[in-house]
């Protein structure tokens, strides 16, 4: 089997393209490293990488031969969307009807797709649900969320095989910790470690569905190999729980005295969590790594 990953030098990108090595598959990966939250990238020996933008029409002929193409490619946080909502739209938008047009005329067998729970917004109840409407607070939200249009039209209209998933809050091994926009996970351990105090956006009561990275890939592999049943649907991708983020400031190690408070955002959700039933029914998939877990090893 071939395998495309687009964003394949970053964080989740990297794990994905480590597990279809692990599986045999030839990897292609396309990734022009301008991620500004990662201090490194990650590269697989047993990989090819191709340093391109994915809107670069030099990008179509990596796609000959491909079986299966996993998109992650984005401009993937709102903060730097809400400075910069043009760029998330060529990126997030064009460049996602530009690889998923590449898979078609290409003979690709399957897109995954990799989209956000930030589209539930505000204005539905926790734990959502994949036919609970859209609430897209920002150019960020609005953007992967037009991905996902793009990906069920192209499944609808042209018969390309496509599987979408909303992830909650990924964390785990190599994530972006650069930043004050870097996820809050990595950017937390990283203070700590470091005995500066952990930055608390707003009153540290919002709360998060916090998936580790591993739980992300199966995800992936389990939907490369789904029944037709997941052609065209939508996946959550969460535990199913939930913790502030003053829980995470205690079990990583500090205490109320160990974080600042900075201004509330714009844009964001005040709390998410993920109902995960259609995932583990469809894609036969089940979250493993828990976070009070996870971070007792830390």
């Avoid at 389990?222 to 037709?228: L, R, S, Y």
């Avoid at 079990?251 to 109902?275: F, N, Q, V, W, Y």
Wanted: glycine share 8%; charged share 20%.
């Amino acid at each position: 089997m071939k395998s495309l990953v687009t964003g394949g030098a970053g964080f989740i990108g990297s794990h994905i393209v480590d597990k279809l090595i692990d599986l045999g598959h030839d990897v292609v990966v396309i990734d022009d490293q301008s991620a500004t939250a990662h201090e490194q990238f990650y590269f697989n020996d047993k990989a090819t990488y191709h340093d391109i933008s994915i809107n670069n029409i030099h990008v179509v002929p990596l796609f000959q031969d491909v079986d299966y193409v996993f998109h992650l490619a984005a401009e993937s946080r709102i903060q730097p969307a809400l400075e910069n909502p043009e760029l998330a739209i060529e990126t997030n938008v064009l460049g996602t009807c530009k690889i998923l047009q590449h898979a078609l005329d290409c003979g690709v067998k399957r897109v995954m797709y990799s989209s956000t729970s930030s589209a539930y917004g505000l204005a539905n109840p926790t734990p959502s649900q994949e036919d609970m409407k859209k609430d897209c607070l920002n150019p960020y939200s609005i953007t992967k969320t037009a991905g996902e249009d793009f990906c069920r039209m192209y499944t609808n209209l042209y018969g390309l095989e496509t599987v979408t998933f909303r992830y909650f809050n990924v964390y785990g091994e190599r994530q972006p910790v650069k930043g004050q926009y870097a996820p809050v996970v990595g950017l937390f351990q990283k203070q700590f470690i470091e005995g500066e105090p952990m930055t608390v956006v707003g009153d540290g009561l919002q709360s998060r569905d916090y998936t580790h990275v591993s739980d992300v890939v199966e995800a992936n592999i389990k939907a490369m190999n789904a029944p037709e049943e997941a052609v065209g649907e939508l996946f959550n991708i969460g535990t199913g729980t939930n913790y502030t983020v003053m829980d995470l400031v205690h079990m990583i190690g500090g205490s109320d005295a160990d974080h600042t408070l900075l201004p509330e955002r714009k844009g964001e959700a005040r709390h998410t969590k993920a109902d995960i039933t259609k995932a583990k029914r469809i894609l036969n998939w089940n979250p493993k790594v828990k976070l009070e877990n996870w971070l007792n090893e830390f």
